[in-house]
């Protein structure tokens, strides 16, 4: 067997996963695709759909399964905040404000990194809060260039319009001023991962005070210069 790890099961289980990539297959072709037997071939096609990493069709052909996919989203989680943490750290610095890196996770963005302003009035936002997907910039930015449908899904109850979303797609950042929270100001950029997807949104925030009614005006560039510099960090680790 070529490419033998010296691990034989493993080996085999890999052949099958190897010819599912090329798309559905039936036993008969998984035998004639890995070379295997036909009694092994199933036990492990069998054994893989039970740990979910091989599934079936409506056909009952075996297909990659959705362990593979919660996996991938896991593994580009990992690279992301490995990527976007000492990226937020001088966001922080630059700005003199609390920076924030959210995803989507269906209704709600969640905080998944943060670097927060040492002292004096700041927003705090820990890592793990979820916050509704209807208020505040990041949530403008991760609801922007979703496809039709589910944009306008989002905008029912939201604080801001489709006009408001049109404009941030236009220039590429997000401001909000209260729309979260009474007295709170926020600037946003997204960052894009494999097909120029929306995948996540980097963001400052603090009191209206310091960040004004305009806060874009402060700090959009260095919002999207940090975003763009996670993107393609992103995109080199891929």
């Not at 820990?126 to 208020?135: E, F, N, R, Y």
Request: charged share 20%.
């Amino acid at each position: 067997m070529d490419n033998s790890s010296g691990v034989g099961v493993l080996d085999k289980a890999v052949l099958v996963l190897n010819a599912l990539e090329a798309g559905p297959a039936s036993l008969a072709q998984l035998v004639q695709a890995t070379g295997l037997a036909r009694p092994t071939a199933h036990r492990l096609a069998v054994a893989l759909e039970y740990h979910r990493i091989v599934s079936r069709d409506t056909q009952g052909r075996f297909v990659l399964g959705p362990r593979l996919s919660e996996l991938s989203t896991a593994a580009g989680e990992d690279r992301l905040l490995a990527v976007a943490s000492p990226v937020l750290t001088q966001l922080r610095d630059m700005t003199g404000e609390s920076a924030q890196l959210y995803r989507r996770q269906g209704d709600e963005r969640v905080c998944v990194a943060a670097a927060e302003r040492a002292s004096g009035l700041r927003d705090t936002v820990p890592v793990g809060s979820a916050l509704p997907m209807l208020a505040g910039s990041a949530a403008q930015i991760l609801l922007a260039w979703e496809e039709p449908d589910r944009l306008h899904r989002g905008l029912r109850g939201a604080k801001f319009t489709a006009a408001t979303l049109a404009s941030v797609r236009r220039r590429g950042w997000a401001h909000s001023v209260g729309e979260r929270e009474q007295g709170v100001a926020s600037v946003s950029a997204p960052i894009r991962g494999a097909g120029g997807k929306v995948v996540a949104a980097v963001s400052v925030s603090g009191p209206i005070e310091r960040l004004t009614r305009t806060p874009g005006r402060l700090h959009a560039a260095p919002v999207v210069t940090a975003a763009e510099r996670i993107t393609e960090s992103m995109r080199r680790a891929n």
